[in-house]
């Protein structure tokens, strides 16, 4: 429902529907009123704070095979009077979904076994997601900004698991996680030269996962010749053996605040150039807490006393104290000289990260970094134009990383973070192109982007001999990975009809470290995208559309190249039928090759045929067909330093529904 007048505007939807409909996509939740926004500032300094959250509405019809949504969202906005502007939403999403996977896993290492696991999960998220924003102008010289975005959750999630190698599991996660952020801004403009601009961000995050993972055990086979798979690593991680269920269960809370703020000066020197000074702060604050402990049979609790290869003095609590703090200030100078737009500076920080692990070890680096920058515009003109920029980064990780005691991820993967981590740093390069000419009604844009890191915090993964379950831990690389970019799309219209033709290449070169062993990863990811439509007002309209794509994966631990390919052609009918009949259809063909074979093929078709007497009708009535071929799953391919998967995810069924419309 939705309500406009020129003071304020009200819109409610609500929906409840089991046939995998999404009303609001994340995308839709941006449109609808705002989004979070990053914290890291565009200052040379990034912080990779960890999301909290399975995620909201992350389920949809093509990665699940059961649905239940109910939803209802309010948005408003409110103009008391021509200086003020209120607005804002509140959101709340309750989703229950099945998903049924199975996984393929092809181990990089060869003493690992390949497995096989089948994976049935049921998960319930709920979500409450809210913003409210306000914009003060107080006159042409002031302005003020502000806004604050939440987001609660209650999720659960079990999974029961079977896998060739560890035979059953069976997991289970809870969490309500918070998160909470306010924007501050005030612009003010002191005179024709002189521009004050005052911004200033604070996150407030907090996430509670309680992890259960419950594995088969005979006590019996222990140490011997057919011992269950995971024995091994339960006497490494220092469990008790004795009883016929290995019981894991992981307790963690992850707390972090912090503040972003920075004051922009812009002086304005004549029409052609400017200066810019800056100076401003990054202060985070970040608590961890966990504890990994087994259940006996008889209920006791147990605490393991592991000991991990790779994991020095591995300990099964964490308590951890992160504190970071970026002082700095910089200096920009703009000047515009015919077509070209030019921008030098640069930013001198002072660094000072400390972290106490157990309330008796402290580790404090301090150090300071002149991050330069550069950029340039070549302004062809007003619908063409060049850019090239350049820009060192300094990148910090989070508490997550470097809180050095176990952390059970899943069943098969433990993690062990290193306290003594140091920052990557970055070299990065962009150029892009954008082009568009009304005249003949085509446009183009492009560019390439380059970035190269030291330091980069990879991970060395360590499996038990025999055994798919891993640890691993956070080194930062002897290494410089690097990445490399390239894309591209040219749009043409004809009359009625308009065609595009796209592209993308990356290349991507990192190292990790598997068994304590240098590990070097290439990807090369080519893919072509190409589209031809009709636009008509009144005939019917069909639009062709095929994607191609083709990656190939190097490991230095694999003898050879894995190579996967592509092909997904798909087509969209429209037509308007007797000024009161509308048919939609859709179809959708992709085919997975990995190394010349056909892997897996799917294809999904879906149609509307909706009736409306004439436009001023108050009723409408819709027949609405999806996944009408009845296909049963889909696969997609996935490709890691550590293992190559082909994952299955069955989808819903065929559904046939009848809708009724009723316009007010």
Do not use: C
Not at 604 to 623: C, G, H, M, V
């Amino acid at each position: 429902m939705f309500y406009y007048s020129p003071k304020y505007t009200v819109n409610v939807i609500g929906d409840l529907n089991n046939i995998g409909d999404v009303v609001l996509s994340r995308s839709d939740v941006r449109s609808f009123g705002g989004d979070f926004q990053s914290q890291s500032p565009s200052n040379g300094t990034n912080i990779n704070i960890a999301d909290a959250g399975i995620g909201f509405l992350s389920a949809n019809a093509r990665n699940a095979n059961k649905i239940e949504t109910k939803l209802s969202a309010f948005n408003f906005s409110y103009s008391p009077n021509e200086k003020l502007d209120l607005g804002g939403f509140l959101i709340w999403s309750s989703n229950s979904n099945g998903q049924q996977n199975i996984n393929t896993i092809d181990y990089v290492d060869p003493s690992t076994p390949d497995d096989l696991v089948a994976t049935i999960t049921d998960q319930t998220s709920n979500t409450g997601l809210f913003r409210f924003g306000a914009i003060y102008k107080k006159d042409f010289n002031n302005q003020l900004n502000y806004d604050v975005t939440g987001r609660f959750s209650n999720e659960f999630r079990r999974e029961d698991v079977s896998s060739r190698v560890l035979s059953d599991i069976t997991e289970a996660e809870r969490a309500t996680p918070f998160k909470i952020n306010q924007n501050l801004s005030y612009f003010y403009t002191a005179s024709e030269t002189s521009i004050f601009a005052l911004e200033v961000q604070h996150l407030l995050q907090d996430e509670d996962p309680f992890y259960v993972a419950i594995l088969e055990n005979d006590p019996a086979n222990n140490d011997t010749a057919d011992q269950d798979g995971f024995d091994a690593v339960a006497n490494s991680l220092g469990l008790n053996r004795s009883n016929p269920f290995y019981r894991l269960e992981q307790d963690r809370k992850v707390k972090t605040n912090q503040w972003d703020a920075k004051l922009d000066y812009y002086y304005i020197l004549n029409s052609k150039s400017n200066i810019n000074v800056v100076a401003g702060t990054i202060l985070s604050s970040q608590n961890f807490d966990s504890r990994f402990f087994q259940i006996l049979e008889n209920g006791n609790e147990f605490l393991p006393n592991p000991t991990i290869q790779g994991v020095e003095d591995a300990q099964t609590t964490n308590d951890t104290q992160y504190d970071f703090r970026d002082l700095y200030a910089g200096l920009r100078y703009r000047l515009k000289s015919g077509i070209f737009t030019f921008t030098l500076g640069f930013t001198l920080h002072s660094y000072n990260s400390k972290n106490t692990q157990f309330g008796t070890e402290f580790f404090h680096d301090t150090f300071e970094k002149l991050l330069p920058e550069f950029e340039m515009i070549i302004q062809f003109k007003r619908s063409e134009s060049l850019n090239f920029r350049y820009q060192q980064e300094v990148n910090f990780t989070d508490v997550n990383q470097i809180a050095r005691g176990i952390v059970a991820n899943s069943y098969n993967s433990f993690f062990a973070g290193n306290s003594k981590l140091v920052n990557a740093s970055s070299h990065n390069f962009k150029l892009n192109y954008r082009s568009f000419n009304l005249f003949n009604n085509s446009s183009f844009f492009g560019g390439l982007n380059y970035s190269k890191t030291a330091d980069q915090v990879n991970q060395n993964t360590i499996f038990e001999p025999g055994s798919v379950v891993s640890s691993s831990t956070t080194i930062n690389s002897p290494f410089e990975n690097e990445t490399f970019t390239a894309y591209g799309s040219l749009s043409k219209s004809i009359k009625k009809v308009t065609g595009r033709l796209g592209g993308n290449f990356s290349y991507n070169k990192s190292y990790q470290f598997i068994n304590s062993l240098e590990n070097t990863n290439e990807s090369l990811v080519r893919s072509v995208n190409t589209r031809i439509g009709t636009n008509f007002t009144k005939a019917p309209n069909v639009s062709l559309n095929y994607r191609l794509s083709f990656v190939d994966q190097t490991n230095s631990a694999r003898p050879t190249t894995i190579k996967n390919i592509t092909h997904a052609p798909s087509i969209d009918f429209d037509a308007y039928i007797w000024n009161s009949v509308t048919l939609k259809s859709d179809f959708t063909f992709n085919e997975q090759r990995q190394d010349g074979a056909v892997i897996n093929t799917f294809q999904i078709w879906n149609a509307t045929f909706a009736y409306r007497k004439n436009r001023d009708a108050k009723w409408e009535y819709e027949l609405v067909g999806s996944n009408l071929l009845a296909t049963g799953s889909r696969a997609s391919v996935s490709q890691s330093v550590v293992s190559f998967r082909i994952n299955e995810t069955f989808i819903l069924p065929r559904f046939v529904s009848l809708r009724v419309r009723y316009q007010l």
